[in-house]
T-cell receptor
Framework: AQKITQTQPGMFVQEKEAVTLDCTYD???????LFWYKQPSSGEMIFLIY??????QNATEGRYSLNFQKARKSANLVISASQLGDSAMYFC?????????FGSGTRLLVRP | NAGVMQNPRHLVRRRGQEARLRCSPM?????VYWYRQLPEEGLKFMVY????????ESGMPKERFSAEFPKEGPSILRIQQVVRGDSAAYFC???????????????FGEGSWLTVV
């Protein structure tokens, strides 16, 4: 069965520094997708970035990049130049047929 | 271009009452999904519906929970005889194709927060 593991319940980062949020996954599928979502205190789920298992290059979206290491089954999110508005919960997810399987999340706090 | 609309945003129910949560998918989307988020946890899949059909309800509790997506109108998640453990955020999502096939092809609503007192 597919599984997403986020081992960091909480993280701190200084404003303007980079931070890496860890995500490992388990699947027997050959083709799959990995997603990162941000959930601020207001509660909505904001899509950040996507990586397909056959994509040769790591995905990037502005200050977000995904460090995809297929052999290690990891899909870490890197946020560069952290901003105060980046303080939120971050969820890694994987598609399983038509569902998304979510990890338990990492709470990121950006310090001024 | 309205996104996925959920209402109510916040709902308080006493134990034993019924809760009805509504979801209007994005225009042109015929695939709707419901997820539940318990406090301090990630989202858990509940049910996947297409118009007038339940495709997969493997994540739905066996009792008290039901979902529908009629030909006309929003999708409804109904919880009968609510208990305190039902307190959670309920997210609806929609997509133009089945599932999050790639990238940003599944769109989440802002969630409905149910509190059972």
């Amino acid at each position: 069965a597919q599984k997403i593991t986020q081992t960091q319940p909480g993280m701190f980062v200084q404003e303007k520094e980079a931070v890496t949020l860890d995500c490992t996954y388990d699947t027997s599928d050959q083709s799959y997708g990995l997603f990162w979502y941000k959930q601020p205190s207001s509660g909505e789920m904001i899509f950040l970035i996507y990586q397909g298992s056959y994509d040769e290059q790591n995905a990037t979206e502005g200050r977000y990049s995904l460090n995809f290491q297929k052999a290690r089954k990891s899909a870490n999110l890197v946020i560069s130049a952290s901003q105060l508005g980046d303080s939120a919960m971050y969820f890694c997810a994987m598609d399983s047929s038509y569902k998304l399987i979510f990890g338990s999340g990492t709470r990121l706090l950006v310090r001024p | 271009n309205a996104g996925v609309m959920q209402n109510p945003r916040h709902l308080v129910r006493r134990r034993g009452q019924e809760a009805r949560l509504r979801c209007s998918p994005m225009k042109g989307h015929s695939h709707v999904y419901w997820y539940r988020q318990l406090p301090e946890e990630g989202l858990k899949f509940m049910v996947y519906l297409q118009k007038e059909n339940i495709i997969d309800e493997s994540g739905m509790p066996k009792e008290r929970f039901s979902a529908e997506f009629p030909k006309e109108g929003p999708s409804i998640l109904r919880i009968q005889q609510v208990v305190r453990g039902d307190s959670a955020a309920y997210f609806c999502a929609s997509s133009p194709q089945p599932g999050p096939s790639s990238g940003n092809t599944i769109y989440f609503g802002e969630g409905s927060w149910l509190t059972v007192v």
